[in-house]
């Protein structure tokens, strides 16, 4: 007979071990908790997801994989199959066609939707511009929760980039963009149903948000998914009229809103981009004057004149405290953190750009 002898660690090593494992299985669990809450409230403050219930958003804050990119890496290829949706949680990314950059998207904005919804290939290439942090939801997660609110999603942003591709409706605030594109009205087309009719004048603003159009005769292309028609009806120019029927090419989409529908939003079109041009030279000049008295103060306040009245809090970067300084008598928070730490851990850059965002 043979025994295999298994040595059992003292009790007290076995209890050490197993406090040590519960102890690690609740911070994974606690760190896990409040990624989770982290995930839920941004999502919260997405509009595109605004008509979904707040179990929906939860499914979602579980599924999501936080990514993270250095500036310049590429977060997704031209021409790759499409597998995720990506929704910016901090930093900027560039959207490409080529070498050509399209747009520019901030925080809260999303991208790689279509291709989601198309199930197809990516038709441009995103990249970090600076550091980024980006939420990405899986294909099969984003079907399963979201539904048709992606197909919503998808849509709003092919408006969205139309406009701003367009010379005179790039000149529209975001608000008043917003409002273009929730009073646009849907219309769907079967294959070769006549979309403008030989020599019928064009007097509506068109997007084309699935399928194409062509000519009759010679089938060859008008414009595709995401062009713009009708810009020149608004202005009061005159508007395209065609030689032959314009036909949609397969099964379509199309968004649209007359001229007279857009005046009762906005008004003459020239009026309301001279409202826009004079409310930003107001707006730039005001930041400037804002910027030269913010520096104007900075020059007064330096380390020697500063008080500390009481630590406000702590963390993993440093310390703030509340001071005053006796050069103006004004409060302000005062970050400290180390040198030494700052370079160990590379945030150098960090640091640089959050100074510039505080500037």
Known sequence: FFFLMIRRPPRSTQSRSSAASD????????????????NRTFIEDIKQFNHMTPEQKDVIANNV??????????IINEGDQASAFFIIKEGQVVIMKGKEEIRKLEKKECFGEQGVFFNTVRQKSAKAVEKTVVLAIGSDTVKAVLGNEIQHIAL???????????EILSKLSLIQRERLIEN???????ADDVMFPESEENCSLIIVLQGSLIYRSSRLLLTGRGGLLGVNSLLGKPSE???????????????????????SLFGNIYSLIDRNETHLKRVTSERETTKKQIELECAMVT??????????????????YLVRSNAN???YALKCISKKQTLAEGMENYLLAEKAVLK
């Open 23 to 38: 102890v690690y299985k609740r911070q994974i669990e606690e760190m896990m908790n409040n990624e989770f809450r982290e």
């Open 329 to 331: 008598d004004k409060l």
């Open 241 to 263: 009229i065609f030689e032959e029927d314009i036909l949609m090419e397969g099964n379509g989409l199309v968004a649209s809103i007359t001229k007279k529908e857009f005046e």
């Open 303 to 320: 380390m020697d004149t500063l008080v500390i009245i009481k630590k406000l809090g702590f963390g993993h970067f440093g310390r703030v």
């Open 184 to 190: 646009m009205k849907h219309k769907t087309y079967r």
């Open 65 to 74: 994989i936080t990514q993270r990119f250095e500036p310049d890496q590429i």
């Open 156 to 166: 709003r942003n092919l408006k969205i980039w139309a406009i701003e591709r367009n």
